[in-house]
């Protein structure tokens, strides 16, 4: 049951990461470092069921004080954060991604046509 604290804090905190953002890539960040950053994105009732997660990830490297983690309320809190933030999907995500990246691209050339109309203009071709 200990051994299983890490693994869910970091699920937790990677499912953070890919909804939230926060985190650049290639890189992965804890729950206290994703609550520290996007922590305010959550609401109120699953802000304090994430703190109490890190709580347990940050004692679960000392046996003793791991022992004293309400088990029943760290899988309850688990479930919880995991119901909420999974339901963006990777496909979701993906076509969320291919936007933006189709977003700035058509930014770009929008600015790019209008310096060229600025210099057509300038030179007097138009």
Known sequence: MIDDIR???DEVASLMAARFGGV???HHA???QMLKRRGGA???KLRREARFIA???RVSGQPKLARQVD???FDHAHRALTAYLRPLGQGSR???GA???AASVIFGLMILGALALWIMKVRGLS
């Open 7 to 9: 693994p869910k804090a």
């Open 24 to 26: 650049r890539r290639g």
């Open 30 to 32: 804890d729950l206290a």
């Open 42 to 44: 959550l609401p109120r």
């Open 55 to 57: 709580e347990a990830d």
């Open 71 to 73: 088990f029943d309320k």
């Open 94 to 96: 993906f076509l969320g």
């Open 99 to 101: 936007v933006n990246v």
